[in-house]
Nanobody, 122 residues
Framework: QVQLVESGGGLVQAGGSLRLSCAAS????????MGWFRQAPGKEREFVAT????????YYADSVNGRFTISRDNAKNTVYLQMNSLKPEDTAVYYC???????????????WGQGTQVTVSS
């Protein structure tokens, strides 16, 4: 089992920045690819970014590419999502997830956090 706890969400104005963190405990963190997903009210959960076990490979959704950066610190068992130039359409609950593949499909991830709310005002 892997337990994931997100933090760092909040309310920010459009154009602002936030950094989300996801702390992992349980099984060896560095064995897992990590992903960030988000879900807005009335919408399906969508892929945001993913990073492989070493941090050497990352992949982003087109909607956030160039604005968001995913990174990880295996010594701290933590994955991060730096979000810059935020837009109102980025408003959602953000979830981190752990899985065996660096992939954009939610069903490929085995473990999920409880989510953290990000609200971007216009």
């Amino acid at each position: 089992q892997v337990q994931l706890v997100e933090s760092g969400g909040g309310l920010v104005q459009a154009g602002g920045s936030l950094r989300l963190s996801c702390a992992a405990s349980g099984r060896t963190f560095s064995n897992y690819a990590m992903g960030w997903f988000r879900q807005a009210p009335g919408k399906e959960r969508e892929f945001v970014a993913t990073i492989n076990w070493s941090g050497g490979s990352t992949y982003y959704a087109d909607s956030v590419n160039g604005r968001f950066t995913i990174s990880r610190d295996n010594a701290k068992n933590t994955v991060y999502l730096q979000m810059n130039s935020l837009k109102p359409e980025d408003t959602a609950v953000y979830y981190c997830a752990a899985g065996r593949r660096t992939i954009a499909i939610p069903g490929a991830y085995d473990y999920w956090g409880q989510g953290t709310q990000v609200t971007v005002s216009s």
